[in-house]
T-cell receptor, first 115, second 116 residues
Framework: EAAVTQSPRNKVTVTGGNVTLSCRQT?????MYWYRQDTGHGLRLIHY???????QIGDVPDGYKATRTTQEDFFLLLELASPSQTSLYFC??????????????FGPGTRLLVL | AQKVTQTQTSISVVEKTTVTMDCVYE???????LFWYKQTASGEIVFLIR??????ENATVGHYSLNFQKPKSSIGLIITATQIEDSAVYFC?????????????FGSGTKLTVEP
């Protein structure tokens, strides 16, 4: 089973602040994803990636940048944080081959509060 | 338009009974993949079970099973002999066959409460 870790687990910042959320997976998955979770909306896809240097735009990308530095590491950047970005953020990864292809494995989440 | 819809926002059942959670999806692809995930009270999201559209047999894992009704674009999750620890939020998700990057579309979730 995939091991996905996220840091920090909790973060408080002010409006206009600069925030970086980190995600690391250690099972050599090519696909990685960033989601936000808000009450009534389920999980919404922000950005995703297939391998180092690859970035794709998700459904709710405004106000977010992402960078995939290695196969293991995927970062979400909020350069001018706003209160509307207060949310629970999840990272996930998945394989692109084999019996578990398409199944996404999630990290523990990062709770972000923008004051 | 939402691709995955869960209309039940919350369900409450008594322990040891069977519960079904509904999910309908929308796609034009002939091949697609359906998933159910569980989010525990601690926030952890765990993969439970999947159904590939080309498979006629309903998937079963432990006390989880699926009711796949392809003509109705429906994929229900059935939990038999419910336990207190099944209390959680359950998400349905879909990957379209023509989708690149294994992108999943999630429903808004159903909160299940299992009472003694």
């Amino acid at each position: 089973e995939a091991a996905v870790t996220q840091s920090p687990r909790n973060k408080v910042t002010v409006t206009g602040g600069n925030v970086t959320l980190s995600c690391r997976q250690t099972n050599s998955h090519n696909y990685m994803y960033w989601y936000r979770q808000d009450t009534g909306h389920g999980l919404r896809l922000i950005h995703y990636s297939y391998g180092a240097g690859n970035l794709q735009i998700g459904d709710v990308p405004d106000g977010y940048k992402a960078t995939r530095t290695t196969q293991e590491d995927f970062f979400l950047l909020l350069e001018l944080a706003s209160p509307s970005q207060t949310s629970l953020y999840f990272c996930a990864s998945s394989e692109d081959w084999g019996d578990n292809q398409d199944t996404q494995y999630f990290g523990p989440g990062t709770r972000l509060l923008v004051l | 338009a939402q691709k995955v819809t869960q209309t039940q926002t919350s369900i409450s059942v008594v322990e040891k009974t069977t519960v079904t959670m509904d999910c309908v999806y929308e796609t034009r692809d002939s091949s697609y993949f359906l998933f159910w995930y569980k989010q525990t009270a601690s926030g952890e999201i765990v993969f439970l079970i999947r159904q590939d559209s080309y498979k006629k047999e309903n998937a079963t894992v432990g006390h989880y099973s699926l009711n796949f009704q392809k003509p109705k674009s429906s994929i229900g999750l059935i939990i038999t002999a419910t336990q207190i620890e099944d209390s959680a939020v359950y998400f349905c998700a879909m990957r379209e066959g023509m989708s690149n990057y294994n992108v999943l579309y999630f429903g808004s979730g159903t909160k299940l409460t299992v009472e003694p």
